[in-house]
């Protein structure tokens, strides 16, 4: 497509359930980055990916955080057993060397 | 402290005036790059500049990159009311090479009509 598409763009869960994010990145993009943000913050690194396999995932907090993109494209950002400290935004982008292109978020809200 | 650190957290002028941030990091980089993100969603990206170039331009943006200082620095001419949002520095570090940028928490730009 031609942006980064994220959904939902809004997500209120209660606390211990699981939760998935999508990511469709730009076409053809084989770089793709998760990050989380916080209120007043900067983006964190979570993940990366180099086509299917995840390049680096030193950035995710804990086991309760899973990522996958199956077919290069399209990926999901799984969270098991959620807590009211992983409310934030996730944000997702595509691109590696020239800057990214980022989605606009998921608003993920843990009560 | 963290590596990205803008300075100021918050800066409010008048439209028509210029506005700079600054970003100071601490590692050795390929390239930094700033962003601007607007009511916390999707950020844009704005310019990029390389370790080995000291200035950039693009329209109103003029971006400096002082590898010795570990700092760069954002001017925005001609402020617009529209130019109003948080504005984010972020490296490529050599250690990380592309896989990953490393953000600061932003400067909150207000420019008042």
């Known amino acids: 497509g031609a942006g980064v598409s994220q959904t939902p763009s809004n997500k209120v869960t209660e606390k211990g359930k699981y939760v998935e994010l999508r990511c469709d990145p730009i076409s053809g993009h084989t770089a793709l980055y998760w990050y989380r943000q916080s209120l007043g913050q900067g983006p964190e690194f979570l993940i990366y990916?180099?086509?299917?396999?995840?390049?680096?995932d030193s950035g995710l907090p804990n086991d309760r955080f899973f990522a996958v993109r199956p077919e290069g494209s399209v990926s999901t950002l799984k969270i098991q057993r959620t807590e009211r400290g992983d409310s934030a935004v996730y944000l997702c982008?595509?691109?590696?060397?020239?800057?990214?292109?980022f989605g606009s978020g998921t608003r993920l809200t843990v009560v | 402290s963290q590596q990205g650190e803008e300075d100021p957290q918050a800066l409010s002028i008048q439209e028509g005036e210029n506005a700079t941030m600054n970003c100071s990091y601490k590692t050795s980089i390929n390239n930094l790059q700033w962003y601007r993100q607007n009511s916390g969603r999707g950020l844009v990206h704005l310019i990029l500049i390389r370790s080995n170039e000291r200035e950039k331009h693009s329209g109103r943006l003029r971006v400096t990159l002082d590898t010795s200082k570990k700092s760069s620095s954002l001017l925005i001419t001609a402020s617009r009311a529209a130019d109003t949002a948080s504005y984010f520095c972020a490296t490529d570090a050599e250690e990380t090479s592309g896989s990953r940028l490393t953000f600061g928490e932003g400067t909150q730009l207000t420019v008042n009509p």
């Open positions: 990916f180099q086509g299917t396999g995840a390049a680096d």
């Open positions: 982008a595509s691109g590696q060397f020239y800057g990214y292109t």
